[in-house]
C-alpha cells in the first residue's frame, strides 16, 4: 500500500469553473476525511465518510462543495463555481476502523493545491 | 528554544540543540491528542499521540507532555536535525462529541540553524 493518494497535485482554474479531486484512502482504512488548509493555518474538518455514508460535514461545506464515496473506496471532492476563496491545499486523510490499532491516527495524503484565477 | 505555538509562529534552533513546542487547547472534553509535522508542500505527517489518561509520552528524539488542568500541550524534540524543519500541529479530538475529525491549532514554524 502506497498511503493515501490524491490527484491532481495542482489545479489551476479561473474563477466559475468547476474542479474535481479524487482520493484514494489506505485501502483497509473504512474512515476518511476531507480538509481545507490554508497558508499559514491548520487543516479545517471539511467532511467524514464511514464506509460511503457521509456523517458529518462542517459549515466551511457550502452548497457548492460536495463529496461523495460511492463504494466506500475512492472519494471525490466537487466545487462548483470556484471562487477565488476556494484557493487552498485540498487534504484527504484516512483511519482504519475503530477499534482497530492505530484508529486515531488520520494518515494524510500529500493534498491538492488549487489556485482560482 | 521554547515557543507559545498559538502566540509565537516562529521558533529558530540550533542544530543539535532541544527545541519545545507549546500548544493550548481549548476543549476541555478532548481525550485525545496529536502532533504532526509538515514539511513544505506535503501533507500532514504523524509524530506522536497521547490520550488523556497519560501525561508524558515519549518516541525516537520526541516527548509529548500533556497538562489537562491548563489545557496545555507540548512537544519536545532532542537534538535537533536540519531535518527537523517543518510546521508542527498539535490538535485535538473528543471521541465522545460526535466530532470525528481532528481539530488542529494554527502551527509553529521551527527553524533548524545550521
Known amino acids: 500500500d502506497t498511503g493515501v493518494s490524491q490527484n491532481p497535485r495542482h489545479k489551476i482554474t479561473k474563477r466559475g469553473q468547476n474542479v474535481t479531486f479524487r482520493c484514494d484512502p489506505i485501502?483497509?482504512?473504512?474512515?476518511l476525511y476531507w480538509y481545507r488548509q490554508t497558508l499559514g493555518q491548520g487543516p479545517e474538518f471539511l467532511t467524514y465518510?464511514?464506509?460511503?455514508?457521509?456523517?458529518?460535514k462542517s459549515r466551511l461545506l457550502s452548497d457548492r462543495f460536495s463529496a461523495e464515496r460511492p463504494k466506500g473506496s475512492f472519494s471525490t471532492l466537487e466545487i462548483q463555481r470556484t471562487e477565488q476563496g476556494d484557493s487552498a491545499m485540498y487534504l484527504c486523510?484516512?483511519?482504519?476502523?475503530?477499534?482497530?490499532?492505530?484508529?486515531?491516527?488520520?494518515?494524510f495524503g500529500a493534498g491538492s493545491r488549487l489556485t482560482v484565477l | 528554544g521554547e515557543s507559545v505555538g498559538l502566540h509565537l509562529p516562529t521558533l529558530s534552533v540550533q542544530e543539535g540543540d532541544n527545541s519545545i513546542i507549546n500548544c493550548a487547547y481549548s476543549?476541555?472534553?478532548?481525550?485525545?491528542f496529536i502532533w504532526y509535522k509538515q514539511e513544505s508542500g506535503k501533507g500532514p505527517q504523524f509524530i506522536i499521540d497521547?490520550?488523556?489518561?497519560?501525561d508524558k509520552r515519549q518516541g525516537q528524539r520526541v516527548t509529548v507532555l500533556l497538562n489537562k488542568t491548563v489545557k496545555h500541550l507540548s512537544l519536545q524534540i532532542a537534538a535537533t536535525q536540519p531535518g527537523d524543519s517543518a510546521v508542527y500541529f498539535c490538535?485535538?479530538?473528543?471521541?465522545?462529541?460526535?466530532?470525528?475529525?481532528?481539530?488542529f491549532g494554527k502551527g509553529t514554524h521551527l527553524i533548524i540553524q545550521p
Open positions: 476543549n476541555s472534553a478532548s481525550d485525545y
Open positions: 497521547i490520550r488523556s489518561n497519560m
Open positions: 490538535a485535538e479530538n473528543n471521541s465522545g462529541g460526535g466530532a470525528d475529525g481532528l481539530t
Open positions: 486523510a484516512s483511519r482504519p476502523r475503530a477499534g482497530n490499532s492505530g484508529a486515531n491516527v488520520l494518515t
Open positions: 485501502s483497509e482504512h473504512n474512515r
Open positions: 465518510f464511514q464506509n460511503e455514508a457521509q456523517l458529518e
